[in-house]
């Protein structure tokens, strides 16, 4: 989604604010642009596309200043062109923004009325237009900033220069991030700690409702009220080096690759092999008293929650509820007393993720979040926070953050299973030891990467594509289709196995490849039953399996999965359906780490 920076400083902007840019494209945008404020007077440059485009902008037509804000947008309101791109600006201000202004509309109304005219269809420009009227009323700017914040509904992050104010820049927080950095005779504002991670490592994290007055050696921050507040100044943990592909094509890649590598990190973290024991943080409850789980989360990461309901309601016999984020508070939700919500978000920042988080909490249940990024919005907001530890996520495909969450999910299902009183000490210790197996198994299955990599090529001609599964591959199911098609853009569908035969077998045809999730035992025949029907519907059955038993003759194709326990084989099976969308992508020339309309973290409704 959009990023901010902004830095009120002592030496040129724009070179500092364009390698903060790059530090953002990761989460995903479609235009970006810069303004600075030299000798009193804003100017500002913007272009649709990659920052290469602002960049060569720039180098034709520099900016002069030491003061700027810098955006890159995931449009919303408006095509990604360089009219609807930020900053917006008038003679008087520039803006960059991130969120929606929900009441736009009547704000613009009020503004044409009174005679203002827009060149974009952006939200932001009636809130430069807003602030802009009320300067031109003869108001203080930090009065006339007070007055724009009461003015303006939705969810926001602000970032504003005042003409002729060098050593001035105002910030405001409501639903979206916005971070202070603390710099000598500078400040900084950014969307988020990687924005900052070359400018700052002193952070203030303004919470919601919070606006902030800076310049180059003061900081203040107010709160709704606009009563001055003291907020914790915390130390950023992310690298300041920029985070580069390495050896490989794209982050996508590299990301799936260091799986097995991070994976054994985060049980690192949960487990300890020679006590056989599970390490959770100290908790504000007792597990063993939690009548009921929720589990909430938004794509990839809801997937994760899926794989963990089947976990925790086996091993632990808790009930569990999972459900969308951008539905689960709007459905009214049973609560029940003491229950412990659990929301699961690579970013910590996805808007529906915390809404829902919010949600919970204001019904009094305990609250979990299980995020990689720990200074984010739902670890700041949470009871308990259970960190992955996956390390910066680039691709806007998850990969590695699915595999470190459910490494984590799998952790805690364990526990709390042994303080509930469902599984001994020595169950627990062979949990222990099979999760301690799961990196060596990944790094297996990749090292069996050009197998799948011919597989992938096979199928990146096909229109759709089925992948099924039962029981606890029914989610993995759902996330290889996603995965393929966020980042090939071939449609796909994720089906439970038993599901086909109540309407989509319909779809299956000598054109239709169907990935069949199936590890020997459990399910597994069943499973192979319902891909039996599919090839006797001519359907192209690609199988993933330990076990290639009685259909061997009849496939498209099998991929040879290492056997292993219960417990793992979900993680394992991640891995192959990452592949495959990967090489599947790459045969199609997408952008694989930027896939089309996407961003990482969707901080809008
Ligand atoms: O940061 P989050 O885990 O909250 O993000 C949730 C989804 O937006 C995310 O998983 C998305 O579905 C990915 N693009 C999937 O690869």
Redesign the pocket.
């Known amino acids: 989604m959009c990023g901010i920076v902004g830095i009120v400083g002592q030496s040129p902007a724009v070179p500092r604010m364009m390698e903060s840019l790059k530090r953002l494209e990761y989460r995903g945008y479609d235009s970006a642009g810069v303004a600075t404020l030299s000798k009193g007077s804003l100017e500002r440059r913007r272009a649709p596309g990659k920052l290469d485009a602002l960049a060569g902008l720039l180098a034709n037509s520099p900016l002069e200043g030491n003061s700027g804000i810098g955006h890159t947008r995931w449009a919303t309101h408006g095509e990604p062109t360089e009219a609807n791109a930020h900053p917006h600006m008038t003679d008087k201000v520039a803006i960059v923004h991130n969120g929606i202004i929900e009441n736009f509309k009547e704000l613009k109304d009020e503004l044409t009325a009174s005679g203002a005219e827009f060149e974009g269809e952006t939200d932001t420009e009636v809130v430069a237009k807003l602030l802009t009227r009320e300067l031109e009323t003869g108001a203080e700017p930090r009065a006339a900033f007070q007055t724009l914040l009461s003015r303006l509904q939705g969810a926001f992050a602000l970032c504003v220069l005042v003409a002729g104010k060098e050593n001035l820049m105002f910030g405001a927080r409501e639903g979206s991030p916005l971070v202070v950095g603390l710099g000598d005779g500078e400040n900084y504002l950014g969307s988020d700690a990687m924005a900052l991670a070359g400018l700052s490592n002193r952070l203030i994290y303004l919470e919601e409702g919070d606006w902030v007055e800076l310049t180059r050696d003061s900081v203040q921050v107010f709160d709704r009220a606009n009563t001055p507040v003291e907020r914790a100044t915390s130390i950023s943990q992310v690298a300041t080096t920029m985070i580069d592909k390495g050896n490989h094509r794209h982050f996508m890649q590299k990301e799936i690759y260091e799986q097995p590598t991070v994976v054994a990190q985060t049980l690192g973290r949960y487990l300890d092999p020679n006590a056989g024991t599970i390490r959770l943080p100290d908790m504000p409850f007792d597990l063993k008293d939690v009548p009921k789980i929720t589990l909430v989360?938004?794509?990839?990461?809801f997937y994760a929650a899926q794989v963990a309901r089947y976990w925790i309601e086996k091993i632990a016999r808790v009930p569990v509820e999972v459900d969308i984020a951008s539905e689960f508070r709007y459905r009214d939700p049973v609560y029940v007393d003491g229950g412990l919500a659990i929301f699961i978000?690579?970013?910590g920042e996805?808007m529906d993720?915390l809404a829902a988080l919010r949600h919970a909490k204001d019904a009094g249940q305990h609250i979990a979040s299980i995020v990689n990024v720990l200074g984010s919005t739902m670890a700041r907001e949470s009871d308990l926070v259970l960190p992955i530890h996956a390390g910066p996520e680039v691709g806007?495909?998850?990969t590695k953050?699915f595999t470190c969450s459910l490494s984590v999910l799998a952790s805690f299902a364990v526990q709390l299973a042994a303080d509930k009183g469902e599984i001994d000490a020595a169950t627990v210790a062979n949990y222990v030891s099979e999760l301690e197996h799961a990196p060596a198994l990944m790094a297996k299955i990749l090292s069996d990467d050009e197998k799948i990599e011919s597989i992938a090529r096979d199928i990146a001609t096909a229109r759709d594509i089925l992948f099924v599964g039962r029981g606890i591959y029914f989610p993995i199911a759902m996330e290889g289709a996603?995965?393929l098609k966020?980042i090939s853009y071939i449609h796909a569908e994720g089906y439970a196995a038993g599901e086909l035969k109540h309407g989509p077998i319909a779809l299956i045809d000598e054109n239709v490849p169907v990935i069949g999730i199936a590890p020997d035992g459990g399910l597994s025949e069943k499973t192979v039953s319902n891909l039996q029907e599919i090839m006797a519907r001519k359907g192209k059955v690609v199988l993933l399996s330990d076990n290639k038993g009685s259909i061997a003759d009849d496939m498209y194709a099998h991929f040879e999965m290492p056997p292993a326990g219960d417990l793992i084989s979900p993680i394992l099976y991640a891995l192959p359906i990452q592949l495959l969308s990967y090489y599947a992508a790459v045969e199609k020339g997408t952008d694989v780490d930027m896939p089309r309309n996407?961003a990482k973290?969707?901080t809008v409704e």
Do not use: D, H
């Not at 989360?297 to 990461?301: L, Q, V």
């Open positions: 989360a938004c794509g990839t990461s978000s690579q970013s996805t993720t806007v495909a998850s953050a996603l995965k966020e996407l973290s969707v």
